[in-house]
């Protein structure tokens, strides 16, 4: 969610085996579905006690500690180049600044359940808008069909027979608005970031980075310091960053490389459904018999919207 561009992996040479990684893939694939899944229970915990502004600073702050760690180890270098640094800005505040604070902020007045639920929506965005703004990634009927049945789900969801009765609507557009400011930023990315002569670890680094220095600006603009700085929701926002920024990436380069992205995304899927249970088991959250109904709709639409020519 995080990641810049898609890392690159050299030839293996074929005499030599594969060097054999600490954890079995799924194994990591599991955790990063339970990490970005309970990062929306972790969201609500620190709007708690801080105010959405913080939540997200903090959270970013762990984040890039955790990368820049990594990148010492491994030696990496931050890009070079102002042009190089001005995509990445904008890819920050798309990918970062921006739908990390609507988040925050939508979890004032929407349940985190139905936060994650709108968090996967991002398929049927992303395919909404490669149709327009791809012109290589042309859409196939089932992929159409996908995305009108992934909306139908959101319709579901969000209970349009009953006239979105109790539904908070800014909290649920601000989380929606940041399931869509994910797929503008990869699209963004995509087309400036693509065959950057850096590694996907430095370009990440430095986007978070980029997007630490955005809220470090706009947090005391709109905040106060707290007057006390309650434990719980402290560790909240550091679990947020250290586990559900920084080590999630981490994790994410190591399945895309090994497995690809197409396997790697698939973790999409898994994440409205750890949020929800997550939400209703640990906060005690309400959940009404269309949420689930329409998280399922919403997940078929989204894995229909993902399918390519010939498959």
């Known amino acids: 969610m995080t990641t810049a561009t898609t890392p690159r992996t050299p ?31 972790l969201i609500k915990v620190g709007t708690d006690g801080y ?7 903090g959270r970013l702050v762990f984040g890039t500690a955790v990368l820049a760690a990594a ?29 990390f604070s609507l988040f925050a902020y939508s979890e004032l007045t929407i349940p985190s359940t139905l936060a994650g639920i709108c968090n996967a929506t991002s398929p049927l965005w992303g395919m ?6 791809l012109s290589e990634d042309r859409p196939t009927r089932v992929r159409v069909a996908g995305l009108g049945i992934g909306f139908v789900g959101v319709l579901t969801v969000l209970g349009a027979w009953q006239g979105f009765d109790g539904l908070d609507a800014r909290g649920t557009a601000m989380a929606l608005l940041a399931s ?37 600006v706009v947090t005391p603009m709109f905040t106060s310091l707290p007057t ?30 090994e497995v690809g992205p197409t396997t790697a995304q698939m973790v999409t899927y898994f994440i409205p459904v750890i949020a929800t249970a997550a ?17 399922v709709i919403v997940l078929a639409g989204a894995a229909l919207t993902q399918m390519k020519r010939g498959t």
């Open 228 to 257: 006390r700085f309650a434990l719980l929701p402290l560790l909240a926002v550091v679990a947020l960053g250290a586990l559900g920024t920084g080590l999630a990436v981490l994790i994410q380069y190591g399945l895309v490389a």
């Open 180 to 216: 869509l400011s994910y797929p503008i930023g990869w699209i963004y990315v995509r087309r400036t970031l693509a065959g950057n002569g850096s590694s996907h670890l430095a370009l990440t680094g430095a986007q978070l980075l980029l997007a630490t220095a955005q809220l470090a």
């Open 71 to 99: 990148m010492a180890v491994k030696r990496e270098r931050l890009p070079r180049g102002a042009r190089t640094w001005g995509h990445l800005a904008v890819a920050a505040f798309l990918l970062n600044a921006l739908p």
């Open 11 to 41: 030839a293996a040479a074929p005499d030599l085996p594969r060097p054999r990684t600490r954890l079995d893939w799924r194994l990591r694939f599991a955790a990063l579905s339970l990490i970005w899944g309970f990062s929306f229970l």
């Open 279 to 295: 939400g209703v088991a640990v906060l005690g959250e309400s959940l009404a018999w269309s949420t689930p109904v329409g998280a």
């Open 128 to 133: 909404a808008l490669s149709m327009v703004a």
């Open 51 to 57: 105010a959405p502004f913080q939540v997200t600073l």
